[in-house]
RNA sequence: GGAGCGGUGGCUGAGUGGUCGAAAGCGCCGGUUUGCUAAAUCGGUGAACCGGGAAACUGGUUCCGCAGGUUCGAAUCCUGUCCGCUCCGCCA
């Protein structure tokens, strides 16, 4: 969420931040009402300075007399301070509402339109694969060797659910154990998140749990919801805490599974592992100073080129245009793998996203820094990017690194988690 | 799941319904002293929000796990809830 008085001092900048976002949002509306809200605050607390004002005279009353008089002016008071307060929170709950709606502020250098407008910024150094027969798509490649149970996962959790079986397993784990490793070489604190979160949770890190287009599951009858990404739990992780900025920034990845309904994406290319209810993955978290966050950014990106160029996979660097980011991104870096096996003749399909959230999640989780020495505290930023998804990660793997015979060679730096060289023959 | 106890400032830990944003100690910051360090000593030391001020700063409201309730007034009493600890039961 935005900070109130920024979008108040710069309404119209917000407001077509919010159309260049493709959202639609009354960004005037909370004007007027965030000035009633303010009257009624500052009645209310005058009210109620009077009232304390009352309340210590009471025990120094002369008589009784005198006390009653003061007791009932007192309570007089207080009454009127609650419906000052009532009102003000009514407000203050309306604007709550309109402003989670706003999303962040877009970096400049981030392009304008849609999915098709977004940028392509480079490619990884492994090239496209040129085969000289006809590639299977994983599915395919899946049959062959026994990889994925489609229809049994169907009858177990219903469409969308799978089991991954042999090679699928060891490789899903492959993925896990070499992204954890990777990162924790380079500064990264690995954490194994809860795998349910909060809906105040959820709402700090701008997934909305309800609504018709929700990708969230919620557990009946709680407050609980299966998570989307670990980036829900580990920012909610340091919700409502103040660090000092000396300990920042605090980079951690975070092992999860992850859940996701999928509402609306019927129709959407979705073969096999691809758009899938459930999957595991390794995600970044950062937690950084502002001045921080952008360089931080740019090493998430350049983590998951590394990641992604140790896999031997094929993959372009996307900066993402402004009505795909979402509501907590003011920049957002895609890896689009090379997918052999989509569509007619292969495409790219989004593998990872790294997002700098500046302090826009911070803001509504409530998460801040304070300056030794200084005064006051201020919102951090956070960021985060996945490391490897690896139902996505294990596609451009059987299909990039498929063989004439069907077989497929592992990556170099899986072999040793996976156990052997090649999956069949 | 049952029984008991507890949640107070960066930490430890007092707290009588009104004078409590809250004793004391530790820590931290600053001054003095000291050849340096240590020690001693004095002073200061939470946050959010609203208002005034160019600013230093200053007036006010709120915050003692959280949410309600009683009361003119709640850290203090009541209810609910969450979390933690101990004991018992059950269990991967």
Redesign the pocket.
Known sequence: MLD??FILQNIELVADNCERRGVSCDVSQISQLETQR?EK??L???L??Q??????Q??KASDAEERNA???K??Q??QEKDDAQKTCDELDQTILEIQTLIPNLTHADAPTGGEDNAKELGFGKTAKPGFDFQPLDHLQLGEKHDLFDFEGGARVAGAGFYFLRNAAVRLDLALQQFAINFLCERGFTPVATPDVALTEVLKGTGFNPRGPETQIYSIENTELNLVATAEITLGGMMSGQ?VSASELPIKVCGLSHCFRTEAGAAGRASKGLYRVHQFTKVEMFAFTLPDQSAAIHEEMRSLECELFDALEIPYRVVDTASGDLGGPAYRKYDLEAWMPGRGEGGQWGEVTSTSNCTDYQARRLNV?Y?I??E????FLHTLNGTAVATGRAMIAILENHQRADGTISVPQVLRPFVGSDTIGG
Do not use: F, M, V, Y
């Open positions: 109130r008085k303010l605050l500052q209310a607390q005058e109620n300075r009232a304390n004002e009352i309340s210590k009471i025990p003061l007791i009932e007192g309570r008071l207080r103040t801040r304070k030794d020495g005064k006051g505290t201020h």
